[in-house]
């Protein structure tokens, strides 16, 4: 009891250094984006509207099926004149995710209410064995 009263200090950074290397994990949990099966779901059902947002030659290597590019980059200015009814679902995709959870904030900021990032991106669509395009 005298060490934690002694180090306070480093018991609180401990305690804080570790509450930041959980965050993302705990974040994740709950909720951090559709699986691919939702995804699927989504596009069956509602007709969602898939956006890759990678760059061309990623694009071309293998997408979603029937996803239209818009590289990350560019999302802002050419996303409105490519989905113009902002009340249909959006499924945002990129390699791993990463790029696709940014894209997610431009989309809502446009006003896409209904726009989704697809966790783990590309990887878990096809680590889900679902089908790719290749242009």
């Not at 930041?20 to 705990?26: D, F, G, K, R, V």
Request: charge should be positive.
């Amino acid at each position: 009891m005298k060490f934690i009263l002694d180090n306070w200090m480093l018991m609180v950074l401990a305690l804080v250094s570790g509450s930041l290397l959980l965050w993302p994990a705990l974040k994740g949990a709950g909720g951090g984006g559709l699986s691919a099966e939702q995804a699927v779901q989504l596009i069956n059902r509602e007709k969602a509207v898939v956006i890759d947002v990678c760059e061309e030659g990623e694009f071309a290597a293998g997408h979603v099926t029937g996803a239209k590019n818009i590289p990350l980059s560019q999302l802002e200015a050419k996303l409105p004149s490519l989905a113009k009814n902002k009340s249909v679902p959006l499924i945002l995709v990129c390699q791993s995710g990463a790029r696709s959870g940014r894209a997610l904030g431009i989309a809502k900021k446009l006003g896409y209410e209904q726009a989704q990032s697809l966790a783990g991106g590309l990887g878990a669509w096809k680590s889900a064995n679902l089908p790719l395009e290749k242009a």
